[in-house]
């Protein structure tokens, strides 16, 4: 298949989880192409042979920029990779809180400005960062239950910096683009197994995020949504 024809979808953390579920499902719509981006890449099957997997270790800009040269044109980026365990500000070395920064903040727009000539290549646009609930600073305050600390203050910087890639591609004159900032909900994977059995599958997860950035618009930009695509406060 052409990528010049198809709809190209981009994933990043696409090894396992939510980011390999997501690969999954967008490869068996019509007409796609779907890059699965991640740090030791593998073959991934589809019955219609459009995966392609890439490497690309977004803590690394020479890797976030030897993997943008392989996507001439993109519709879709779904930024998916990140870190979290349970771990607390106050108990952690410098080092391991920058490194949550780095790999939940400074990775994704290292990724994005990579991507955006690919992006505005095509007319779809879209950027969707998945975040958490745990990034919700009026839900936090008080919290005891789940992934909080350093995870927690990566999301909220990560969700103010979708803000912020919405000011800054809103003001070009390629044309819209759509970049939203999403919970995908308490799924049943290696992060959110240790706090119990996850509230959704990873499949029923993914269909509900399939559905979302399918029918997203121009005029959902600058939004938190949950995977319903229900308003989540800031």
Known sequence: ????????????????GIGLEL????????????????????AISSPNNNIISIQLDQSSTSSVVAAAAQVPELDTLILNAAIGENEHLLDMTPERFAEYLDVNVVGPNRVVSALV???????????VYLSSSAGTISGQ?????GLQGPYA???AAGNMMVVQWHNELSKREDGPSTV???HPGWVDTDMGRPFGEGSM?????VEALVRLV???????SARFLDWRGRGMAW
């Open 1 to 16: 298949m052409s990528s010049a024809s198809a709809k190209t979808y981009l994933v990043t953390g696409a090894s396992r």
């Open 214 to 220: 399918q029918g997203l618009r121009t005029e959902d």
């Open 23 to 42: 690969v999954k499902q967008l490869s068996v719509l019509p007409n796609t192409m779907v890059y699965a981006a991640m740090r030791k890449p593998f």
């Open 180 to 182: 939203v900032t999403v």
């Open 201 to 205: 599958n990873v499949v029923d997860a």
């Open 117 to 127: 000539p690919a992006l505005l290549a095509r007319k779809t646009r879209k950027i």
């Open 153 to 155: 203050v990566s999301k």
């Open 141 to 145: 305050i008080g919290e005891t239950w």
